[in-house]
């Protein structure tokens, strides 16, 4: 595997159930993120992890919950979702060099919730 | 204030013809980076090109290139040559050094479609 992977690619579930959306990155980077992007909006960054630690949250609602177990895991738990939260899930990763860090994208989940 | 900022939503390009996609930004930050990602329909954001603003010449990628225009602050993506498989959304970002070193500010896309 190279780049950036999240699992799975879709997922439909309802308001009550309990779901993870999984991203690994096999760059070698120190820092990860979640993005949020519904349709016709600009993409939202939700959570950033550097170092493991969490340093960003942009004011997400506690029912998305993230966990970074190490550097090139990142983990989106899912919990009683309301239907606006349908929407492409993007993981990405850097390496924290400065004003020319570049992040690189996985390819999403697209997320359903009825 | 919207600091990233795309002002076509959508163009039609004919193949093999050059196509240029607007990007302004706003910032007071001295110290700043732009980039252009493209999203096809798949939805991975794929990168293509940076620009740091402390750098002298326009940055190129193969067959894209940033033309950068500090004091306009613009930074416009050039498609030289466009093929079918260019067809997808494009992304300009910026980050500023100064704010939340994390952050990169994306703007609404632009929707190119390329005629065969």
């Known amino acids: 595997e190279t780049g950036v992977t999240q699992t799975p690619r879709h997922l439909v579930m309802g308001m009550t159930n309990k779901k993870s959306l999984k991203c690994e990155q096999h760059?070698?980077?120190?820092?990860m993120y979640w993005y949020k992007q519904s349709a016709k909006k600009p993409l939202e960054l939700m959570f950033v992890?550097?170092?493991?630690?969490?340093?960003e949250n942009n004011s997400v609602p506690s029912r998305f919950s993230p966990e970074c177990p190490n550097s090139s895991h990142l983990f989106l738990h899912l919990h009683t979702l309301q239907p606006e939260d349908s929407a492409l899930y993007l993981c990405?990763?850097?390496?924290?060099?400065?004003?020319?860090?570049?992040?690189?994208f996985g390819p999403g989940t697209r997320l359903l919730v009825l | 204030a919207q600091k990233i900022t795309q002002t076509q939503p959508g163009m039609f390009v004919q193949e093999k013809e050059a196509v240029t996609l607007d990007c302004t930004y706003d910032?007071?930050?001295?110290?700043?980076?732009l980039f252009w990602y493209k999203q096809p329909s798949s939805g991975e954001m794929i990168f293509l090109i940076y620009?740091?603003?402390?750098?002298?010449q326009n940055a190129t990628e193969g067959r894209y290139s940033l033309n950068f225009q500090k004091a306009r602050k613009s930074a416009n993506l050039v498609i030289s040559a466009s093929q079918l498989g260019d067809s997808a959304m494009y992304f300009c970002?910026?980050?500023?050094?100064?704010?939340?070193?994390?952050?990169?500010?994306f703007g609404s896309g632009t929707r190119l479609s390329i005629r065969p």
């Open positions: 990405a990763s850097s390496q924290k060099t400065g004003s020319g860090e570049t992040q690189y």
């Open positions: 760059l070698g980077h120190n820092a």
């Open positions: 992890y550097n170092f493991k630690e969490q340093t």
């Open positions: 910032t007071s930050d001295p110290s700043y980076g």
């Open positions: 620009q740091g603003s402390y750098d002298q």
């Open positions: 970002a910026m980050r500023e050094v100064y704010s939340s070193a994390s952050k990169i500010i």
